[in-house]
């Protein structure tokens, strides 16, 4: 929960689209989980402190339960469970679930710097540029480090696009 916009999290499916929203309960700190399930759902406190108790990988059922929990009291169960399913098929499948941003690129392709400044996974070009010069980037799996790289997607076709490991977003055309 940051002071720029880039931290705000939307209660507005408009400014904040349901998966992301889930997403960001999803990746709470652990220390905060605890905290937030009290803060921000209806859950007994018996409950809580179960989830609270858990350590190490475990930790992570309690963040999905924060995140559905909180995404169910806000957009509705359907929009929670819709988010699991599509953090499910994109995290644990290696696939690319329903609920992802889409950005159709066109025809005549896309520079890979637009792309990721139109899907809102960067400011500007420069912190564009600096993410492809990380590494930070990925079509299909594959890094993509040059900014002038120009996305085509064949018709009928879809490209996963990944900004580390936690921002993904499908590309058409």
């Not at 399930?37 to 930790?59: M, N, Q, W, Y």
């Not at 994109?90 to 025809?107: I, Q, R």
């Not at 790289?149 to 058409?172: N, P």
């Amino acid at each position: 929960m940051g002071k720029s916009v880039d931290g705000a999290i939307w209660l507005n499916e408009d400014a904040l689209p349901a998966y992301d929203f889930w997403q960001y309960w999803r990746n709470t700190d652990d220390r905060d989980v605890g905290k937030f399930l009290r803060l921000f759902t209806d859950l007994p406190l018996d409950e809580i402190a179960r989830l609270e108790a858990l350590e190490g990988a475990e930790i992570n059922a309690a963040k999905e339960v924060l995140a559905n929990e909180v995404t169910g009291l806000v957009r509705g169960a359907e929009a929670a469970a819709a988010a699991q399913a599509t953090a499910r098929d994109t995290f644990a499948g290696g696939g690319a679930g329903e609920d992802l941003p889409t950005l159709a690129v066109g025809a005549e392709g896309l520079r890979i710097g637009a792309v990721l400044t139109q899907l809102g996974f960067t400011s500007s070009g420069g912190e564009a540029k600096r993410k492809l010069a990380e590494g930070a980037v990925k079509l299909d799996g594959e890094p993509i480090k040059d900014p002038g790289f120009l996305v085509g997607v064949e018709d009928g076709a879809q490209i996963k696009l990944s900004l580390g490991k936690k921002r993904h977003a499908i590309l058409t055309r």
